[in-house]
């Protein structure tokens, strides 16, 4: 059985109470009693993208737990990272893969610079193939921009661009688990290309869908909700389940 955290959406710098949401967070999952194959956190760190957002996550961040962390459309290639990453500052996409002896978990880079929409461009989806060509262990493909319509015209019209070129990548590789994804700031579950497709809840905030009176991000995003993470279980079988929690 793996056992993986999904979090996304900390914005860190957009509120005061951003950085302490996202230590709450981090707190709980430290205090787990038994270690997680990984945690994913898909995208929008800072949200200003500034160094010292990034110096505060790089602190936030570190945990016991093997962390692999993705740029959304509020982070910035260069300081991402250099800062958060300790590499050399570039302006590509930054496109991570963590291996373990169990699962692999690929984190593409959805996001277009100065953009709020998501796109997965040619190297980026090259990367992927080589990635899922390269294993037989189960794989977790995840990045920012939910790949479909979450019924939201807020996070529907930034939503990811083309998603049908991800999806020829995808199709047929069964040894891919489940995509995960962030942006959206609600806990969502549907499919794409045939696989499980996951959204993480918001740590910062949680969307208030239009039945909800949610319609315009300045009403739409609701800032007293507790954070909200996932927790993703893949059975021997390949079966996925997740199991979603507030962070008190």
Not at 24 to 52: N, Q, S
Not at 59 to 82: C, I, M, Q, T, Y
Not at 134 to 149: E, M
Not at 155 to 177: F, H, K, N
């Amino acid at each position: 059985m793996i056992v993986i955290a999904h979090l996304s959406d900390l914005h860190l710098g957009a509120t005061p109470e951003s950085v302490g949401r996202a230590e709450a967070v981090m707190r709980m999952l430290d205090a787990l009693p038994h270690d997680l194959d990984a945690v994913l956190v898909t995208g929008d760190i800072a949200d200003h993208g500034l160094a010292e957002e990034y110096e505060t996550a790089a602190k936030l961040l570190a945990s016991r737990h093997p962390v692999l962390v993705g740029p959304g459309n509020h982070d910035v290639r260069a300081e991402f990272r250099r800062v958060l990453l300790g590499e050399e500052a570039g302006d590509g996409p930054v496109n991570q893969v963590l291996r373990t002896e169990r699962a692999v978990y690929a984190m593409c880079d959805s996001s277009i610079p100065g953009e709020d929409a998501g796109h997965l461009d040619d190297e980026t989806l090259g990367w992927l193939e080589e990635v899922l060509d390269g294993t037989d262990l189960p794989v977790f493909v995840a990045f920012h921009h939910p790949p479909v319509r979450l019924h939201s015209p807020d996070v529907d019209g930034i939503r990811l661009l083309r998603p049908e070129r991800l999806e020829s990548v995808l199709a047929g590789r069964s040894q891919v688990a489940g995509v995960l994804v962030g942006h959206a700031h609600t806990a969502a579950a549907g499919t794409f290309a045939g696989r499980p497709l996951l959204v993480g809840g918001g740590v910062v905030s949680t969307l208030k869908l239009p039945w909800e009176g949610g319609v315009g991000f300045d009403v739409c995003l609701d800032y007293d909700l507790p954070p909200l993470i996932a927790f993703h279980v893949l059975d021997e079988d390949g079966g996925l389940t997740t199991h979603y929690r507030v962070v008190p």
